[in-house]
């Protein structure tokens, strides 16, 4: 590839999709005019075209909280907005399962958020979905940065309910202790944000999951969304380790996902400049963050090789103060990398495949 950054190869991915379309179209034309075509055949073309531009690429990212996992999606997405986009303070930041692509087919930007209550209801999110009423919808003014991530605060709100309140709705895992009458939870159960960036408009889809409870709250996450992606990117992070709730996560919502040619499995260990210590050398600092990734392999099961060392934090701030150096150390490019010369061509390699398939057949 000519380049290793995702962002230009997401976007090249884009123009190979339209120009497969285009030359469909002009096979299309062919068959018309040299009297070849029928019903049947104008029917799987029009649906190879849409089923192309419908097309994306979905990357989940799955974390305990507190390990820097929304920040990691700042740092690798959305840093030309100069500024920290979606919400990443210290605590628990993402409540609720957030998906954010484009929606080529609304008129505006938004963020949509499912009521937390609507889990007492027996429909599933997927079924929510075909039904905007029951969501509750902001308009997204993508003209500043600024509102726009003042508008992103929404999605991490919480709210104040009585201890029998969150059992009834499966949330009393939210208790801070045993004798708290009244537990914090999330006011949403599922966001849905839109906006017309770049990536998203190329069929980038992205999905932002909450901590093991949420996970184990919302099995719909690991029966369908999970499995569904292209790539689920497991989030630790060095000043932890690997710990238990970690290793649950783990075993119980990524192990099982497997790697193939059609899906990929990426390990990051984040936060590693919580191990750069000015009075260690640099040979010793690497061999801090060696040592790291070799535990966390150990804990994981999987080979050292597949443990990624990053600081999205300090990845963000070098793409925002054009910082080559600190961007170098915090070793963000190498994931971008692997999501460029391994996600994405397989990803493209599966696409190729489906069109040689259905145009062959004619």
Partial sequence: MATDRFTDQMQAYGRWRSD?????????????????????????????????????LTIAFVAEFARGKTELI????????????????????TMCP?????????????????????????????????????????????????KMA???LEVIKTKRVPLPVAEKLGLSDYRETENDNM?????????????????????????D???????????????????NAQAVIFVLAADTGVTKSDLDMWTQNVQP????????????????????????????????????CKSAAKMLNIDMDNVFPVSAQKGLLAKIRHDQDLLTKSNILSL?????QDILPQKQEIVRDSIVSEIGTM
């Fill in 20 to 56: 497969i379309a285009e030359a469909i179209k002009k096979y299309q034309a062919w068959l018309e005019g040299n009297e070849m075509s029928s019903a049947e055949v104008e029917i799987r073309i029009f649906e190879l075209i849409e089923a192309l531009k419908s097309d994306n």
């Fill in 74 to 93: 700042n740092a690798v997405f959305f840093s030309e907005y100069d500024r920290r986009l979606l919400p990443s303070e210290a605590g628990r930041t």
């Fill in 98 to 146: 957030t998906e954010l692509f484009f929606d080529s087919e609304a008129n505006q930007s938004y963020i949509r958020l499912l009521p937390i209550e609507t889990r007492l209801e027996d429909m599933s999110i997927q079924e929510h979905k075909k039904d905007p009423i029951n969501w509750t919808s902001i308009e997204l003014d993508t003209s500043s940065s600024e």
């Fill in 150 to 152: 003042e508008a992103f």
């Fill in 183 to 207: 537990v914090d939870i999330p006011m949403w159960r599922h966001a849905l944000i839109s906006f017309p960036h770049p990536l998203l408009k190329e069929g980038l889809t992205i999905l």
């Fill in 209 to 227: 999951t909450p901590g093991l409870n949420a996970l184990g709250n919302e099995p719909e996450l690991t029966v369908n969304m999970l499995p």
């Fill in 257 to 292: 996902l497997g790697g193939d040619a059609k899906h990929g499995r990426i390990v990051v260990l984040n936060k590693i400049d919580t191990l750069w210590d000015e009075l260690k050398s640099d040979d010793a600092i690497q061999g801090s963050i060696t040592t790291q």
């Fill in 336 to 340: 971008e990398s692997i999501l460029a």
